[in-house]
């Protein structure tokens, strides 16, 4: 049976370290990048084309009869499985918590104000200072991330490397599928996340 076909515009590192990423998996059949050469390594699994014509899956792109995978919010795209983010993922988590709050955390210099959430290590406590499409966000340490879920009594969270991470968030969003949000099917896309190598972790918060 044929894989799925994707086509990737690679906007970012994100979108290349998807692609590497996809091209192990064995549901996908065929990768294209548009408008960019793979390297040499990986032409047997990925291919530049100029477009996403004739592909089941346009990831950070939209094309008539593709259905589009995107790290935010659609306009007017209604196929589009969106939220392929760690703001997405944090919402995910939030349906493993009571009472609680989505977070994010990306690399950078830590504010000095604002609220501070403990994440586990290596990331560990940060201070909110802004937010990441909508989830509230603060900075760590390079060059780790996290995506987490945190009540008074428990936090849940996914701590990894900043671009395999977010490159495997966007990855398992293109193997989720069903179009909408993708905290709108929880197990099946933190399950298709473990296939890529995350781990979600889950503690009590001291009381």
């Known amino acids: ?25 064995p549901g996908v059949g065929d990768i294209g990048l548009v408008g960019k050469v793979p390297p040499a390594s990986w032409q047997d699994r ?15 792109g939209r094309h008539n009869g593709s259905r589009s995978v995107l790290a935010g919010e659609p306009d007017h795209t ?22 609680g709050v989505a977070v994010v955390a990306l690399p950078g210099t830590p504010a000095r104000e ?55 968030v966007l990855a398992a969003a293109v193997i989720l599928g069903g179009g909408g949000a993708v905290w709108n099917q929880p197990s099946e896309f933190l399950a298709a996340c473990e296939e890529f190598g995350l781990v979600v972790a889950q503690a009590d918060q001291p009381g």
């Open 1 to 25: 049976m044929p894989g799925l076909r994707v086509a990737i515009n690679p906007v970012t590192e994100t979108e290349i370290r998807c692609a590497y990423a996809l091209a192990g998996h």
């Open 46 to 60: 990925i291919r530049m084309v100029d477009d996403g014509a004739g592909f089941d899956v346009v990831v950070s």
């Open 78 to 99: 209604t196929n589009a499985t969106f939220g392929a983010s760690l703001a997405g993922l944090a919402r995910t988590l939030l349906t493993r918590v009571t009472d």
């Open 114 to 168: 604002g609220r501070m959430v403990r994440l586990p290590v290596p990331v560990g406590d940060i201070r909110i200072s802004s937010d990441h499409l909508g989830v509230p966000m603060g900075w760590c340490a390079p060059p780790w991330a996290a995506a987490a879920a945190v009540s008074i009594t428990q936090t849940v969270a996914v701590v990894d490397e900043h671009r395999f991470l977010s490159a495997a």
